[in-house]
């Protein structure tokens, strides 16, 4: 047994001390890299003096990569359900230790130099990025796409949406509290994971720090397991779906927007613009305009309210304020108030066209009453029903 063994099997052994810090490596058929990290976070524990443990999460290798990890003295902890996330979450929740540190096992990240995210951790932060930027990426660790494109640009969308103080927030070497893993509560099984751990301490409010971390080739023969397109795409649809602000909100708000200022200005009459000229067929887009904006404004209250419910979002103070006084009477009455204006615009719009005896009309004239008639009853009835739904989501749980 060599030394680094020897060292790993005193600090990981729950009879001589209470682990402090779990290594967690997620592995899927890397035996050409795996001893070396584990190695690595060996000397990490030798020099640093630290009470370790290191967790193999295997998700399911077919290359002896769960041998190398036995023979070197590391947990193995196989995890069923395919994907990053999936062997993260496994290895983590069996990991002991008050402070997790997390990395691949394609020895693209150094471990022996861990020392920096766990002396955050220590200074009380809940979580510890590295940042490859800062750091160094060596030529031929990273693709141009993922370092002049793909990263900058998720990233940027994610301290824009969730005003995470990241600038790496892909890199997969990290260090986080066991308590705080806890209270993030992350299910995302593929690689997007990463992101959901940053986006959600962001929005719980935790400390989070960075740290330069070193990025070199890793030392496998085969392709990486991470797709471009594929992952890059789920990284941002993860992120689009968990901010109803920008997916719904923003845009619903900037369409009715239009909508109303249009129709407003196309009421009266026609309008000429830049020598075009406006009427009620611009009119009558102005009305679908208000609908969908007012649809999409919906969808983000619904998805907010079900987010929060379900523990994906922290409670909103503004939504929480809104609902004591918005509350499904109100928001009945509201609905009613505008379908019955609407209905009293189109019997008006139909008393107008039998005062001329139910003949030709026109239309210019006609579709001015008509047009926002409809658009009040359609704005109406989803006001209504969109009560119902709110309040249905709203309904305490046990």
Known sequence: MSVAQRTLKRVASPSTSPVEVSIVMPCLNEAETLAACIQKAQSAIEKDGLSAEIIVADNGSTDGSQAIAKELGARLIPV????????????????????????DAD??????????????????????????????????????????????????????????PVGDAHCGLRGFRKDAYERMKLRATGMEFASEMVIKASLKGM?????????????????????????????????????????F??????????????SALLLPGPLLLAGVRLDVHTLLVAGFLALIGYQLVLFAVFTKIFAVRTGFHPPHPMLE?????????????????MVLTGLVALI??????????????DTSVTMREVIPAVVLLALGTQTVFASFFISILSIDRD
Do not use: Q
């Open 249 to 262: 909100l923003y845009p619903g708000l900037a369409l009715f927007a239009v909508g109303v200022l249009l």
């Open 321 to 337: 304020a809104m609902f004591r006084y918005v509350t499904l009477e109100v928001g009945l009455i509201a609905g009613a108030l």
């Open 107 to 164: 020895d693209s990240y150094d471990f022996t130099a861990i020392a920096p995210l766990i002396a955050r951790l220590h200074d009380g932060c809940d979580l510890v990025v590295g940042n490859r930027f800062l750091g160094g990426i060596e030529p031929g660790a990273m693709p141009w796409t993922h370092r002049w494109i793909g990263n900058p640009v998720l990233t940027f969308i994610s301290r824009v949406f969730f005003h995470t």
């Open 348 to 361: 008006l719009a139909v008393a107008s066209w039998g005062s001329v005896g139910f003949g030709n009309l």
């Open 207 to 247: 400390r989070i720090a960075e740290v330069p971390v070193a990025l070199r080739p890793d030392g496998r023969s085969r392709p990486p397991h991470l797709r471009t397109w594929r992952d890059g795409w789920r990284h941002l649809r993860f992120m689009l779906l968990f901010s109803p602000r920008w997916l």
């Open 80 to 103: 069923a359900r395919k994907g990053y996330g999936s062997a993260l979450i496994g290895g983590i929740e069996a990991a002991r230790g008050e402070f997790v540190i997390m990395g």
